[in-house]
């Protein structure tokens, strides 16, 4: 899933590695490649006008109130600076057999910013009246959003169309306008053809569906999928071009870039400068593959000496789904590489898209290069952690919270508990600061589920819980001791709910040398990024579980913190930008740029951040299935 570093020592570990899917955000000054869109993201409502929204809505009001007021709430909470629009149908024309039934659709308030009185008047005077011209609404709403840029179309029906074209076929054709364009759907107390007709809308429409059978489910689906509207995942960086040889190779110094896989099988060569005697550099690569349903498995990111003898690499895994991702890095770390790879002034690092050329041609991807100090001495440090028990935390109040939808925009939380709600396909990121002597831990908490959503989650249904390094690998301690929830990084959901928890190691510099990415990924302190995910079917409809997160840091900050060399200090590939969508609330703990709940860095000097980025929008990271994968220690 995350890093998969091989090295010359002899050692076999199986690990069990679960696949995710999602939406990212998060843009620095260099001009991003993947997002032509400054502002974000468009976004059009298209709502269902038609006669039958006069129904009842199952809780106590009709169709149309339940909507008023889920569409009132969701457009309060959406960011002031987003670009949004109201687009009804079936508002003015009562029967199909009188003229403009089937092209009766009103853009009544244009997408732009700012509009919120306008969108909250024209939700008041929605009422139910006409026919259901769903393919025509959705051809305009296409227009409305534009051609370019991350665009979303959110349609809310309670039936079936009533007008030809065939919405599943319009929804095809408009997805085919671009990987940034998606159509999602919320079916208002649906059954039978029409659901399955909204379903092939957003599953054509590389979107989500939603059923909403209450005032509640509408409002949980509007507000889920018009907040992700607003989270795209973008790349960052100082734009770069790697060379097709070493010859010709641009200098690099520790720092943080853009570039493009090639178009064919050859790969982006780089030089890497170390500016510190034997110092450990560490490079990393991070992108989104752009086309859905494949598993990048064997892009690679290699240090090499300038001779050619290997040092360090790595076989990017793709995290499974529609918006996949993918995340790799390199050291020149280990006792037993050639000597070359500690002393040579430069390294070559090399980039390439593999067996899966095709699917990444041209991709762009974020390339981040770190350089860690010699330290003066190991004598004193603390050897490698071993397996750790687990440590009770002790309860507090939840708080609300917003999960991030991509590395960047993932919010910065301190030890605590914070609740959310999770829906099927939708992975979350956290961000948490460790320093050196300690190590974190997490756990998730679903509740007993109330009767609909229990009969959603079904069987077969899983949620994955993983810990990210900063330099991106998947660190969870496999063979940690009383972890609630037992082994493994995946739980199955069942009515009854699940509770599961995993922890890491502790933080310590002789990590470095272990057989694996739970050590290897626990020998730097820094920003680690906790993720949480529920498992999706193919034919699967969306909904929410609510969900309480737990963080906690065990041990003293600090501790075994090492001496660097004359002083020196770690240099790291900047940061990325935090995600652009603001807080609704001052003290609501969303934010990317400052602790949720005080700092948790202590001493750890400049933060390590995993390589962030990656573009497109939808939904942010799926976790579909399990991975065996094999680590190797050279």
Not at 183 to 199: H, N, T
Not at 335 to 342: A, L, N, Q, R, T
């Amino acid at each position: 899933m995350t890093t998969h570093q091989a090295h010359r020592r002899t050692a076999v570990w199986a690990l069990l590695a679960v696949t995710l899917a999602a939406v990212l955000g998060g843009l620095t000054a260099p001009t991003a490649l993947a997002d032509p869109a400054p502002s974000g993201g468009k976004l059009v409502l298209v709502l269902d006008s038609s006669g039958s929204m006069a129904e009842p809505a199952g809780d106590g009001q009709t169709k149309i109130a339940a909507a008023r007021t889920a569409l009132t709430s969701v457009v309060r909470k959406l960011p002031d600076g987003a670009e949004v629009g109201l687009r009804v149908y079936g508002a003015t024309v009562f029967k199909r057999t009188q003229a403009g039934a089937c092209t009766d659709t009103q853009l009544t308030v244009p997408i732009g910013t700012g509009n919120r009185p306008q969108l909250q008047a024209a939700i008041a005077k929605y009422k139910p009246y006409g026919e259901t011209p769903i393919a025509y609404a959705l051809q305009q709403a296409a227009k409305d959003v534009g051609p370019v840029g991350q665009r979303t179309i959110v349609l809310v029906s309670d039936g079936e169309a009533t007008c030809a074209p065939e919405p599943c076929a319009v929804a095809r054709s408009i997805a085919q306008q671009g990987i940034d364009v998606k159509i999602d759907v919320v079916g208002f107390r649906v059954g039978g053809k029409a659901r399955s007709q909204l379903q092939c809308v957003a599953r054509e429409g590389r979107g989500d569906y939603y059923d909403a059978d209450s005032t509640v489910d509408l409002e949980a689906g509007l507000d889920r999928l018009s907040t992700r509207a607003f989270r795209p995942f973008r790349l960052s960086g100082t734009p770069v071009r790697g060379a097709a040889q070493q010859e010709g190779a641009p200098v690099l110094a520790p720092g943080h870039y853009l570039d493009t896989f090639g178009t064919d099988r050859t790969a982006k060569y780089y030089t890497i400068k170390r500016t510190m005697a034997k110092s450990t550099l560490r490079a990393g690569i991070s992108f989104r593959r752009p086309v859905p349903g494949g598993t990048v498995i064997e892009a690679a990111v290699k240090l090499n000496t300038l001779s050619g003898e290997a040092c360090g690499w790595s076989y990017p895994l793709s995290f499974e789904g529609e918006q996949g991702i993918a995340t790799g890095s390199a050291s020149s770390w280990t006792g037993d590489y050639p000597k070359e790879c500690e002393t040579d002034e430069q390294l070559v690092l090399t980039v390439s898209g593999g067996r899966d050329y095709a699917q990444l041609k041209s991709a762009p991807y974020e390339l981040r290069v770190d350089e860690e100090p010699a330290v003066e001495s190991t004598a004193n440090l603390p050897a490698e952690a071993g397996d750790p028990t687990w440590t009770p935390m002790p309860g507090s109040t939840p708080r609300e919270i917003v999960p991030g939808s991509s590395f960047a925009d993932a919010p910065l939380v301190a030890a605590g508990s914070y609740k959310t709600t999770l829906m099927p396909g939708e992975v979350q990121l956290y961000k948490v600061k460790a320093d050196w002597g300690q190590r974190i831990q997490a756990q998730v908490s679903i509740p007993q589920l109330g009767a609909a959503t229990a009969k959603a989650v079904d069987v077969g249904r899983y949620v994955d819980l993983d810990v990210i390094s900063p330099t991106g690998e998947d660190v969870y301690a496999v063979f940690a001791k009383k972890v609630p929830g037992g082994a493994g990084k995946r739980t199955v959901l069942d009515p009854h709910g699940t509770v599961k928890a995993i922890t890491t190691k502790e933080i310590r510099y002789l990590n470095r040398d272990g057989a694996n990415n739970q050590d290897t990924g626990t020998s730097l302190p820094g920003e680690y990024y906790v993720a949480v995910s529920m498992t999706r079917k193919t034919d699967d409809k969306a909904f929410t579980v609510p969900m309480t997160l737990t963080i906690g840091f065990v041990g003293t900050p600090g501790t075994g913190k090492p001496t660097y060399v004359d002083g020196a200090t770690p240099v790291a590939g900047e940061s990325v930008t935090p995600s652009t969508t603001p807080s609704q609330d001052p003290g609501q703990p969303n934010q990317a740029s400052g602790p949720v709940q005080g700092r948790v860095d202590g001493d750890a000097g400049p933060p390590v951040a995993l390589v962030a980025g990656l573009g497109g929008g939808g939904l942010l990271l799926l976790m579909v299935g399990v991975l065996l994968v094999v680590r190797l220690r050279r």
